[in-house]
């Protein structure tokens, strides 16, 4: 499930140029007016009969279309973070580009950080890499995950899995999607492997290079595509 309190975003760093959702073909480009939905609550929102409309037991994909750390959202984040405590019940899955404003708005009883979120900080070339994992590493997090996502080039993850639970890897979709290559993924899961980390290759993305050769492929079909190569790495667990 997906939630998103607030819509609109804008380029952050290189794996924002051809985003899926506010890319230059996208449905919402040039949507860059941060707003609220008409789901901002909707983890505590009841039915007549006073119960939740989200049931416990979920996996609350939180700001997945838009950013959770964006600074036109640092007051409603305040708001969030409550709901969140509110509803330990849920586990609220947030995905960002911007780690480095994550001391942001921070509730007062953060402490070392709320049991029910799983934070995953986006990289996508090893320069960005260097420079928001260790941020990311720094902040008091109880669950952590990297989305190599999308990859643009082979990342050493190796200095930073120590702290990590789960990486996930994505290649780019698009009319103008950059080529992922399979032997970039490859290494990555060698890198989960010896740390013995999870691992899930979500999607092979619009350009997928192996043995040589560029493929393109469906956007409808990228996801089972990946799922060919057998490289998902589990804990018995549901990957993210």
């Known amino acids: 499930m997906n939630w998103e309190p607030w819509t609109g975003c804008y380029k952050e760093s290189d794996g924002c140029d051809n985003c899926y959702f506010y890319g230059p073909h996208a449905k919402r480009f040039g949507q860059n007016v941060i707003e609220k939905t008409d789901k901002f609550d909707w983890p505590v929102r009841k039915n007549a009969k006073d119960e939740y409309n989200i049931k416990g037991g979920k996996i609350l994909a939180t700001c997945f279309a ?36 994550f001391e942001v708005s921070l509730p007062d009883d953060w402490g070392d950080g709320y049991n029910n979120i799983n934070i995953g900080c986006t990289v996508e070339n090893q ?24 990859l643009l080039e082979q990342i050493d993850l190796t200095p930073y899995l ?79």
């Open 66 to 101: 838009t950013d959770f750390f964006l600074p036109e959202a640092d007051e409603w984040r305040k708001e969030i973070w409550a709901m969140i405590k509110k509803r330990q019940d849920i586990d609220f899955l947030i995905l960002t580009k911007r780690i480095d404003r």
């Open 127 to 150: 320069a960005l890499a260097d420079f928001r994992l260790p941020l990311f590493l720094s902040y008091p997090i109880k669950r952590r995950f990297i989305a190599c996502s999308p």
């Open 162 to 240: 120590q702290g990590i639970d789960h990486v996930t890897v994505a290649g780019e979709s698009g009319r103008d999607a950059r080529e992922c290559n399979i032997d970039w993924v490859k290494n990555i899961r060698e890198q989960c492997i010896k740390q013995n980390k999870t691992f899930w290759f979500k999607s092979t993305g619009s350009l997928l290079k192996c043995n040589g050769t560029v493929e393109r492929i469906n956007p409808f079909k990228q996801v089972s595509r990946a799922k060919e190569f057998d490289f998902d790495i589990s804990d018995g667990k549901k990957l993210f």
